[in-house]
């Protein structure tokens, strides 16, 4: 009998508390990640036709768990983009989400279109994680973290120029939204500056921003606007000397100071071009512009102008006769004649004292 009394009161009890604990338990907060110490950087990702961005984090510890998603929103401004608020809508409007194969690498969509914008770049961060009733929870876990845009590459290395036939192909290596194209100043030009060239040839430092500044006032032989990717042939447009040397200037239109001013420039020469109609080319016979890496390429020039204009000098100078001083030629033979003179002295000298003393002695 003690026994079930016993048993009723904790069954009693056991009813009133189980309400309390499942109640402290729903309620319990979620641990948030904390990206307080995070170094985060943009990775760079060369496509061949175009860039991609993804980012990367230090000094951050995930949650792994399956239910958990970080949803990543990046702008060109301060003010808080519009996250929305299930992970429908969070995964609609994000810029990136987290994959889990990776602790540090975050990527899902190109970036291309923030970074092309002018000005600073903001990053923010949503957390989805499930609380104890298996419902999801957001916050935001990290606010308007100002990450570093990419650098602006070399010269030669931020627009591609590639001459082919039928067609030549136009490449932007900086950001833009790979989804649309976008506007590109052909300009080209005959390089008549050899100092610019051997400059070049030398590898020395600043040789291309020299062929930049030249490229941008010298006289041209096409001028035009073209599109990103594949365009018409450029070569059959315009004449051609055979292994002459060509800058190609192009600059990216700022849409009025929308998106960053990109400009670029190139070394090419001339080469003529005679091909058979094969599996993967048409035939075609003409003249095409060859990069500077191109294995076509060679060097034909010899001497600066400089070089040139010292060599002029001094002919100018071993040609010019001068009456006040003697040349070398005068003073040679005049010696040959003295040395002759004075040998025929000489022996008449010997032959006087001879014959003298002959009639002495007899």
């Known amino acids: 009998m003690k026994i079930q009394k016993i048993f009723t009161m904790l069954l009693f009890i056991l009813l009133i508390l189980t309400p309390v604990i499942l109640a402290n338990d729903a309620t319990e907060e979620i641990s948030w990640t904390d990206f307080s110490n995070a170094e985060i950087k943009l990775m760079e990702y060369d496509l061949y036709q175009f860039l991609a961005y993804s ?17 990543i929103f990046i702008s060109n401004s301060l003010d808080k983009p519009e996250f929305g608020a299930t992970r429908e809508e969070l995964e609609k409007n994000a810029t990136l989400f987290w994959e889990k194969e990776s602790e540090k690498i975050i990527s899902y969509k190109y970036m291309n279109a923030v970074l ?3 000005g600073d770049v903001y990053l923010w961060i949503v957390e989805s994680r499930a609380n104890k009733k298996g419902e999801f929870e957001n916050k935001e876990v ?3 973290y100002k990450i570093e845009k990419p650098a602006l590459k070399d010269l030669t290395n931020r627009i591609t120029l590639r001459f082919e036939y039928p067609n030549d192909y136009l490449y932007l290596k900086e950001p833009y939204d790979i989804k649309t194209s976008r506007s590109i100043n052909v300009k080209i030009g005959k390089i008549t500056d050899n100092n610019i060239l051997f400059s070049i040839k030398n590898q020395e430092s600043g040789c291309f921003e020299k062929l930049l500044e030249y490229a941008k006032t010298a006289p041209s032989i096409y001028n035009e606007k073209q599109s990103t990717g594949q365009i018409n042939a450029i070569c059959k447009k315009i004449d051609l000397v055979e292994n002459e040397y060509y800058y190609v200037y192009m600059k990216k239109d700022s849409e009025d100071g929308k998106y960053q001013e990109i400009e670029d420039v190139y070394l090419y020469q001339a080469k003529y071009v005679k091909r058979e109609q094969a599996a993967y080319t048409v035939a075609y016979e003409g003249y095409l512009l060859r990069e500077y890496y191109h294995k076509d390429f060679v060097w034909n020039i010899e001497t600066n102008s400089e070089e040139n204009s010292n060599v002029s000098n001094t002919s100018n100078i071993s040609n010019t006769t001068d009456d006040t001083i003697a040349n070398n030629i005068i003073p040679n033979a005049g010696e040959s004649k003295i040395i002759g003179v004075f040998i025929v002295l ?3 000298l010997g032959l006087i004292s001879f014959i003298k003393m002959k009639i002495e002695y007899k």
């Open 55 to 71: 980012v990367t984090f230090e000094n951050v510890q995930f949650n792994t768990e399956d239910e958990t998603k970080y949803y």
């Open 142 to 144: 990290l606010t308007a």
């Open 116 to 118: 092309e914008k002018k």
């Open 346 to 348: 000489s022996f008449a």
